[in-house]
């Protein structure tokens, strides 16, 4: 395997030999042209169809797939390659063509590997024969796009092939360049290869800590990594549950929330929609258990939403008839009963009230 100084210095020589070759044909470098299409035969022509691995998220192309340490990308991994492998449904919901696939696994070994199928499929097992799996450490440098060309001319459909992890066959870097540049062109041999054959390579990456608002900021690294890959879906967890961003050349931006058991990822819907109805049934739960109508600040304090969400939210609510306004910005269940003859914000709650009726708008711990 050659070292960074040795493939520099092969490069380097390889440039010379050529400009030699040149100069001995008669001095002067031949002539290079674009090969152009004006507009009006491009739109003529026809283009075959993408083809999609996992029909919505993964296309063919090269792909990452990002997330924090043992949150769970080898299981979404291994997922999808077993509903490309068996034709089945990735993510409990998405049908897939089947298709050869190869998992390049570097980190976990056979018997970890082999733990994981059986915590998958304790009984009825299907036919996997045509997942592969391979856990050589090959360097981009150093025979890997050899070694997947090998797999792939051997195979009858091949459609996946898994990366795990990305870190592992990243060759060093050249000083002349920056961490963009190096990972750009790193990865673009990847990206072209993966296109010319109609392959999806989707490689496993981390996260940096602190995460960033842009996923595709938060990939560990430089950018060139995300600005290479024809598609990144970022893994991620927070309060609301499990999501998977997904965003690239042919996926339109797409946030899904996902739940997880049992080794087994199941969509749950888009995670606008999902998490909506969970702060909704938050806020609805506050009124519910309260004996006062409620200040946007309070529910606010009780749910733990951003106080602006659940302002924005309210009115929402307040339009479909889930939450009443009873005026003076205040808030209540539409089944509490008032207590005051008078019209005041004082209810039977429809549950035992779990706020101070002596200390207005004051959760009780």
Known sequence: ???????????????????????????????????????????????????????????EGFAVLAGRQKLGKTWLAIDLSIAVATGGY????????PGDVLYIDMENGERRIKKRFE????NNRPDLSRLDWAKETILLNAGFMDAIEAW????????????????????AGFRSRNAYENDYA??????????????????????????????LEALSGSNGLSAVADTTLVLDRNSNGFTLYGRGR???EKETALSF??????????????????????????????????APKVISDVTGMKPGNVRVLLNKMVAAGEVRKTGRGMYCHPENTPLGA???????????GNFNNNSPNTAVP
């Open 342 to 352: 008078d019209g005041s914000d004082t209810f039977t709650p429809v549950n035992n």
């Open 119 to 122: 915590t998958l499929f304790p």
């Open 250 to 252: 042919d996926v339109p």
């Open 186 to 215: 790193a990865f673009a041999g990847l990206q072209n290869w993966a296109i010319e054959n109609g392959v999806a390579l989707l490689a496993l990456h981390h996260t940096r800590k602190g995460g960033a608002e842009d996923p």
């Open 1 to 59: 395997m050659l070292t960074p100084e040795q493939w520099q210095a092969e490069v380097t020589d390889n440039y010379t030999a050529k400009a030699l070759a040149i100069r001995d044909a008669g001095g002067t470098r031949p002539k290079r042209y674009f090969e152009t299409v004006d507009t009006s035969t491009l739109l003529a022509a026809e283009y075959p169809e993408i083809r999609w691995i996992v029909p919505g998220y993964l296309p």
């Open 261 to 294: 058991d049992g080794g087994h990822w199941t969509i749950q819907g888009e995670a606008s929609d999902v998490h909506r109805s969970e702060e909704r049934c938050k806020i609805i739960s506050a009124l519910r258990n309260s004996t006062e109508a409620l």
């Open 152 to 171: 792939r001319v051997n195979a009858s459909d091949p459609r996946l092939i898994v990366i795990d992890v990305l870190t592992r066959i990243k060759p």
């Open 90 to 97: 990735a993510m409990g919901s998405i049908a897939c063509d």
